[in-house]
């Protein structure tokens, strides 16, 4: 599968008696919009932490480009070009978000200049450009301590994107946002990301949230994947109903 | 100005200016006191640098001392008088000494960090104090220095060593408030908020601290080496605990942003260290820390924040108004 931009092959997981990855095998090509789908437990973000690096597979392979990462930490599969969100939002929450937005857009650019100005005019705009596109712009100098949490998870998302990724792994986007915002964030989201060449694998509970915005739907049940096609096909399956959205139901 | 480092520059280059006429009005005592404050400051100053990629070194008398017996011992032994070679050479020996304690520290944090650091400096201190050739616990005393290969009298012993202390550490000071700002720097500040999202970022957090560490060992060497200049000589206790509290003191009472604020409570510290020494010698550690209580207390951001929190207002004002 050279075609593939991302490539997990065969992932095993455990975590003593529960197993979190049970023969994974998925393959992601450019430019796709992916939901991870399943309820809690079932492997979504053991999945999105073996990709970025931060839990290491009991077995099998993962590749980006066809070159093997399944070893590789999170600093090194990040220059590589995945980047992350994350389901609580990881902010320098001293900081202004227009600092936050600096520092990610600085973190991608190679050796970190010892001398030059965080606050180049140069930089700045460029961090306020990205801050515009997720409607950020009004709070770039307000400290992240003091915003909502809704514009956190934007503000974390914005940040991942900042170093021109081409895979994005966004864990639940909109978690811990009401539902009148999910939406409208969503939208956000996906202008933001319609200018970019940028494939994305988003971990989502909503699955109004999932119909309407993923090209593909992966559920995942125990550790393993039992379900991988386009939304309507997935939400229709039998062990789907069965095991993740009805149970999303009755939780929700 | 629009060029921040031509401003950042340009500050310094006038607080050097400002220190040195303000040097040729003070007393003896009150130069000597200014030049303890100005070159134990620079200790403290690493510390800063160290805080904000957030480790707080407990041992950096460690570096104070490397700096410290470096300067004395080229003076000694190899023949080298002039005051500013003897001074970056303490400097850069004890970055030198540090780089290969730098890659371990930097898998630690917190109180691991700052014990580790603690106890590398009480080695240095053991060994110090065992090493005959180097005057054991007794030390040594150091000649006079020249300057830029002129004599210095007696009489103007004191001015001369303040003004060197004020030129090395201005342009020093200068540096770190450049490299505070830099890109690099602003990065550091994201790694003491969230370490995680920086590494997720693709930057190595622990290179990061690393490079802070060997260049926090380079500002406290030149501390050293300034002090033991001053004073006419160097002991082991330079390496001892306490010594190092006092560094960690000063850059708690400063907090971390402003480079002004270190040598602000590092003077502030002399002065009531020395006062209290001679009044009530037996109680003054007890002054100190009511004070540091009470900075701590009402003040939790440091002396800094009193002025750069009212800046970082006016600036981020000027720019929405822009």
Redesign the interface.
């Known amino acids: 599968m050279s075609s593939a931009l991302l490539s997990a092959r065969g992932l095993m997981k455990s975590f003593g008696a529960v197993t979190a990855a049970d023969e994974v095998s998925i393959d992601v090509p450019v430019g796709q919009r992916v939901s991870l789908i399943g309820s809690n437990g079932a492997g979504k973000t053991t999945f999105v932490n073996m990709v970025?690096g931060y839990l290491k597979p009991d077995a099998g392979s993962i590749t980006l480009d066809g070159r093997d990462i399944t070893r590789l930490g999170?600093?090194q599969i990040?220059?590589l070009g995945v980047?992350?969100s994350?389901q609580i939002p990881?902010?320098?929450?001293?900081?202004t978000a227009l600092?936050?937005m600096?520092?990610?857009a600085?973190?991608?650019q190679g050796a970190?200049?010892?001398?030059?100005?965080?606050?180049?005019p140069q930089?700045r705009e460029r961090a306020m450009a990205l801050l515009a596109r997720f409607d950020l712009a009004d709070h770039a100098?307000r400290r992240v301590s003091e915003l909502p949490g809704g514009v956190r998870k934007l503000l974390d998302i914005a940040?991942a994107l900042?170093?021109q990724p081409k895979l994005l792994l966004l864990d639940e986007p909109t978690s811990g946002v009401s539902v009148e915002e999910k939406f409208p964030m969503m939208d956000t989201i996906t202008e933001a990301l319609a200018t970019e060449q940028v494939t994305v694998l988003f971990v989502e509970h909503d699955m109004d949230i999932v119909t309407r915005y993923a090209d593909r739907v992966i559920a995942f049940y125990s550790g393993r994947v039992i379900a991988d096609d386009p939304p309507d096909a997935v939400l229709a399956d039998e062990q789907v109903q069965r095991y993740v959205t009805g149970s999303a139901r009755q939780g929700g | 100005m629009h060029n921040?480092?031509a401003r950042t520059m340009l500050a310094g280059v006038g607080a050097i200016v400002a220190l040195m006429l303000a040097g040729l009005l003070m007393p003896k005592w009150l130069l000597f006191l200014s030049t303890m404050a100005i070159s134990h400051g620079m200790v403290s100053m690493g510390i800063v640098l160290l805080m904000r990629s957030g480790v707080v070194s407990f041992g950096q008398g460690f570096v104070f001392a490397a700096g410290g017996y470096a300067a004395a011992l080229l003076a000694r032994h190899a023949g080298v008088n002039d005051a500013v070679t003897l001074t970056l050479g303490g400097g850069l020996a004890a970055a030198l000494l540090a780089l290969p304690f730098a890659p371990l520290l930097s898998r630690y944090r917190g109180i691991f960090f700052a014990m580790l650091t603690l106890a590398i400096s009480m080695v240095l201190y053991g060994i110090l104090v065992k090493s005959e050739t180097m005057g054991g616990s007794d030390g040594f005393n150091v000649s006079r220095p020249t300057l830029l290969g002129a004599e210095i009298s007696a009489e103007s012993a004191n001015f001369a060593l303040y003004a060197v202390a004020v030129v090395l550490v201005g342009v020093l000071a200068t540096a770190s408030r450049?490299?505070g700002?830099?890109?690099?720097?602003?990065?550091s500040?994201?790694i003491?908020?969230?370490e995680?999202?920086?590494?997720?970022?693709?930057?190595?957090v622990s290179q990061?601290i690393a490079v802070n560490f060997v260049f926090a060992a380079f500002l406290g060497g030149i501390g050293g080496a300034l002090t033991v200049l001053a004073q006419g000589h160097i002991e082991p206790n330079f390496s001892y605990w306490t010594t190092s509290g006092e560094f960690v003191f000063v850059a708690i009472l400063a907090g971390h942003h402003s480079m002004l604020a270190v040598f602000l409570a590092s003077f502030v510290v002399e002065v009531v260290r020395s006062f209290s020494n001679l009044y009530f010698p037996n109680t003054w550690q007890l002054a100190m820390g009511l004070f540091l209580l009470i900075v701590i207390r009402f003040l939790p951001r440091g002396l800094g924040s009193l002025w750069m929190d009212r800046l970082a207002a006016r600036r981020?004002r000027k720019?929405?108004r822009a």
């Open positions: 970025t999170p600093r990040s220059r980047a992350r994350f990881q902010l320098a929450l001293d900081m600092d936050n600096l520092v990610a600085a973190c991608n970190l200049s010892f001398w030059q100005p965080a606050h180049s930089r100098e940040m900042a170093g | 921040p480092i450049i490299y700002d830099s890109v690099r720097g602003l990065v500040l994201a003491r908020e969230n995680l999202r920086v590494e997720y970022l693709g930057v190595s990061a981020a720019e929405v």
